[in-house]
């Protein structure tokens, strides 16, 4: 691809957390059998009406006080008509001219990504191929689930940039609770929109869509694929067309589904159904008494607060479950131990809580659990190397942390006599690497360590055994 550079803009599905659908009362929850949460709104049968749902709005505000968006204090529901099988009014419910959010910003690293808008719309119900043989079945369960779709300019470049883009707002929804975003059950979904150019040139490409990618791997597969089919087609004097694709992952190619549609292909007119979305500023300022600490604003915290590296705190706020928990493990505890709780969550803690596809509030190691191993540490009862047994045994239900280290003997040895002792029978017996050592070889010097650890069964205090030995050697 030397030469080119690929431009990327992605349109994302969010699922939005309400208890009901978005214009009538039927129940968003998941895997009901086909057909059974669909009512008579969502039917479109002869005589219904859509009411407007007051919980999906504030999700709207909230995403957009969260991306330093505009919120529109007057929007419009608009009909965009098409037809598909899995669409009973034969038009779904959207907002395109005035949409509640518009404009804002997400910042991947050190480069901000403008965002285009934020509306809402109704889902459409789920075509079942693989199930029947020479038919399709038709759900309309999902048919009017509420959806914020949050749309990017095409300031990404590249397949890893539009990944890390998708991950980043993939979080946030989630942080500020407004998407439950399991990619799986299509609640968070991506369209990407992959063009390419010269490198240099300031007019963009033809842009072909890529339609509903619910995995991170398949986007970067995709959007890859993609731009080198463009290129070669670009490379062979020929031009693209602008189209919808599917990206297959069993063949790791995309595919033409249908030419592109543009916005007059939809014939969209306001809704005359739906009044005016009309938002005050008493609702706004509700939204966001309710809103949390943001990710940027608690990385911040817990680098100028708790003094853990930018790394650190990047790692902490992948959640916010991860992050509330970081922050009440880190109250009370041993101001020396705070990067070394850290390091605990990110690693050993957040491995167990993956392989047991838990989130860190259903985590079965306490904040005061996890805390109180810290202060085993700092007291010296507990070396470094003995934490992860500890971590392990509390984690499957052996008991607290105190009755964990009284029953396995772990209490780490901190008497100086009992390590001068045993220094003393290590050097006596390894007069050959006592000679290597002041001789500058520093590798006898670790070596004459681990004899030591090895006579203490690892529980000697590693930190006091480096002291008194180079002591002793240095005499």
């Not at 607060?305 to 992948?318: F, H, I, K, S």
Request: proline share 4%; aromatic share 6%.
């Amino acid at each position: 691809m030397k030469g080119w550079e690929i431009v990327v803009g992605i349109e994302t599905h969010t699922q939005l957390l309400t208890k009901s659908k978005i214009f009538s009362g039927a129940s968003t929850d998941f895997g009901a059998s086909p057909n059974t949460q669909a009512s008579a709104v969502d039917l479109a049968l002869p005589g219904t009406l859509p009411v407007l749902n007051r919980a999906a709005v504030e999700c709207a505000i909230r995403f957009g006080l969260a991306v330093k968006g505009t919120i529109n204090r007057r929007s419009i529901f608009a009909r965009k008509n098409y037809f598909y099988p899995d669409l009973p009014k034969g038009y779904q419910i959207s907002q395109y001219e005035t949409p509640i959010v518009q404009g804002g910003e997400l910042r991947i690293g050190d480069k901000g990504v403008r965002l285009t808008r934020a509306h809402l719309e109704e889902d459409a119900g789920k075509s079942l191929h693989e199930a029947f043989r020479g038919m399709s079945g038709i759900d309309l369960n999902r048919a009017g689930t509420p959806l914020l779709e949050i749309v990017s300019e095409p300031d990404l470049r590249g397949a890893q940039e539009a990944v890390a883009y998708a991950r980043v707002l993939h979080g946030l929804v989630m942080w500020i609770g407004i998407c439950d975003g399991n990619m799986e059950e299509g609640s968070f979904r991506c369209d990407a929109n992959v063009s390419v150019k010269r490198a240099g040139d300031s007019k963009l490409g033809t842009r072909c869509e890529i339609k509903n990618l619910n995995s991170f791997l398949f986007m970067e597969q995709a959007i890859e694929y993609e731009a080198r089919r463009q290129i070669e087609i670009l490379e062979a004097g020929a031009r693209i067309d602008q189209e919808t694709r599917l990206f297959d992952p069993d063949k790791g190619e995309t595919r033409s589904m249908r030419s592109k549609e543009d916005a007059q292909d939809y014939r969209y007119f306001p809704d005359p159904d739906l009044l005016p979305l009309v938002v005050t500023d008493k609702m706004v300022e509700d939204v966001r008494k309710t809103m949390p600490e943001l990710p940027e604003e608690r990385r911040a915290t817990l680098v100028n607060v708790y003094g853990l590296t930018g790394a650190q705190a990047a790692q902490l706020t992948t959640s916010a479950t991860t992050s509330t928990f970081a922050l009440s493990a880190f109250k009370i505890a041993p101001k020396g131990r705070i990067s070394d709780l850290a390091n605990w969550i990110v690693g050993p803690l957040t491995a167990k809580l993956n392989e047991s596809n838990l989130d860190a509030s259903s985590s079965r190691i306490s904040a005061d659990q996890l805390r109180r191993i810290a202060e085993r540490v700092d007291d010296g009862t507990l070396s470094g190397k003995m934490v992860k047994e500890v971590l392990d045994a509390v984690w499957a239900g052996e008991g607290t942390v105190d009755q964990i280290i009284e029953k396995r003997g772990l209490k780490q040895i901190s008497d100086a006599g009992a390590i001068e002792k045993l220094v003393d029978e290590v050097l006596a017996k390894n007069a050959k690497q006592v000679e290597d050592y002041r001789a500058g070889k520093e590798k006898a010097f670790n070596s004459l360590v681990g004899q030591v650890m090895k006579a203490t069964q690892g529980k000697a205090n590693p930190a006091q055994v480096n002291e008194i030995l180079r002591k002793k050697l240095a005499r």
